[in-house]
T-cell receptor, first 114, second 114 residues
């Protein structure tokens, strides 16, 4: 069965600082990987996705993520954080079996200090 | 283009009652997914509908059911409500494309069971 681990429950960074959110997955075949962001009381917004090809993927709002098969990781990065980035971030993995269910990590809550 | 819409925004029920949640997918999307986001349990896959048929089901009891209509909108029904059913219920939609797809989420329905 597939699984996703987000080791950091809560991260605080200063505005303008760089950010890296960690995501490790467990899946035996080719994973399809996603990062979503959720503001309080809201739904999930897709930041970026990896299906195949270039292992460095660009997303919206200046985010990027790098797929590293050898480390089973898909870490999310942003060079300079803005106060509006404060939210909860979820990494998810989808299977290539046609079963379609996404498996989510437990999320990382990002707090941005002025 | 309109995103995924869900109604109602909030729903308050008492134990033992039934709840009905509704979802309209993005135009052109034929697949609808339901997820539960309960406090402490994270995001869990509930159901997947495509072309009017239930295609996959998560680890939830049968009192969680639903259907998809000819216009691809969907209903989630929760019978015999229990206190632990209190959660944010998120609907997502996608356009089926082989095994790969991207799920786009709605704002959710907050269900409170008293």
């Amino acid at each position: 069965a597939q699984s996703v681990t987000q080791p950091d429950i809560h991260i605080t960074v200063s505005e303008g600082a760089s950010l890296e959110l960690r995501c490790n997955y467990s899946y035996g075949a080719t994973p399809y990987l996603f990062w979503y962001v959720q503001s309080p009381g809201q739904g999930l917004q897709l930041l970026l996705k990896y299906f195949s090809g270039d292992t460095l993927v660009q997303g919206i709002k200046g985010f990027e993520a790098e797929f590293k098969r050898s480390q089973s990781s898909f870490n999310l990065r942003k060079p300079s954080v803005h106060w509006s980035d404060a939210a909860e971030y979820f990494c998810a993995v989808g299977a290539d079996t046609g079963r379609r269910a996404l498996t989510f990590g437990s999320g990382t809550r990002l707090q941005v200090q002025p | 283009e309109a995103g995924v819409t869900q109604s109602p925004t909030h729903l308050i029920k008492t134990r033992g009652q039934q709840a009905t949640l509704r979802c309209s997918p993005i135009s052109g999307h034929t697949s609808v997914y339901w997820y539960q986001q309960a406090l402490g349990l994270g995001l869990q896959f509930l159901l997947w509908y495509d072309e009017g048929e239930e295609r996959n089901r998560g680890n939830f009891p049968p009192r969680f059911s639903g259907r998809q209509f000819p216009n691809y909108s969907s209903e989630l029904n929760v019978n015999a409500l229990e206190l632990e059913d209190s959660a944010l219920y998120l609907c997502a939609s996608s356009s089926l494309s082989g095994y790969t797809d991207t799920q786009y989420f709605g704002p959710g329905t907050r269900l409170t069971v008293l």
